[in-house]
């Protein structure tokens, strides 16, 4: 069970692009963490190094632009490697992309042993301006799992996951050092930061 959460989670959350329709009910998970540092440079690590995800998420092992991608904007893909061996990954997309504002969705294409139905699932990625110097960075993801009736028991794994990655980019944009999934630097560094905030929706 803990691996179909760590696969869901940073595919992360999201739908097939050409067949999305988000007709059927859906469950949503959104969480938020400040960050010191300025928005640009939040909204540059989180979104325009799209295909460097693995830069500071501690749930994937690698993580690589594709399909002739080389930066963060409409259409580039990515791949991401959830397992050292790669036997678990997904393929994704960047379907709609708003960069003064702000906010990306982001959709799976392809994966293994997704436990999502692309059909009624996709994520958000926001960077918000505090005016102070710092910016809060979100997640929302709103999704349905695939079988349906593991959607309450996945909706706690991914608040745990999507949190833990907000924990990563923090430490990554505010120090510099990477948080990747098969090393033990997210076990050593997140007793350091506040749990991200969970919205209710």
Known sequence: MKSIFVIALMSIMNINVSAQSMEKKFRTVKVEMKINAIPERVWEAMVLDYGEISNFSPYIFTSEYTNGSLKGELGAERKCNFDAKGAQWSKERIAEIDNENMVMRNVVIDGA???LNFDNSQAFYRVKDNGDGTSTASYEFQFRTKPAFLGII????????????????????????????GTDKYKKIKKNYPKATVIKT
């Open 113 to 115: 042993k997704l436990p």
């Open 154 to 181: 996945a909706k706690g794994g991914f608040k745990k996951q999507m949190s833990g990655t907000l924990v990563g980019l923090k430490h990554y944009i505010e120090t510099g050092e990477r948080v990747t999934g």
